[in-house]
């Protein structure tokens, strides 16, 4: 699947969010080692701080669908998703909290995670990797120093 495949994935994905309260609708789609695709989108809450990101609501799904450990490639995009496709010509990253959840997915495999961050049009795309996003992160190497 070519990165462009991947975001409109992560477009489409974004449709499907519960977004009433932000009117924001962000859409994750993740691959595999294996070439598999699962996706995910935000879903709010009335009680705002219970919402969950998309990429955390894919992270899901990929750990049952082929496991955290086989996350090659995740493409996020975010925007206007009110409309028959998603808009907005800001490119979207994930948040801090999604950075930490990512993080984790890449100290299982022992490899750094591709991230293309999209805008919600698709017209502007940024490649990072999770160790950019998040450097010097906090993550399972410090806990299981203790054990
Ligand atoms: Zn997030």
Redesign the pocket.
Known sequence: MTDQELIERARDAALRAYAPYSAFS?GCAIESVDGEVVTGANMENACYRLGV????SALTAAQHIFGLDKVARIAVAGGDGSGAELSGDVVCT?????RQ?ILEAAQLSGRDIAILCASGDGSALERHTIGELIPFGFGTVNLLEIK
């Open positions: 962000v990101c998309a990429e955390q994930p948040c801090g909290g999604c959840a």
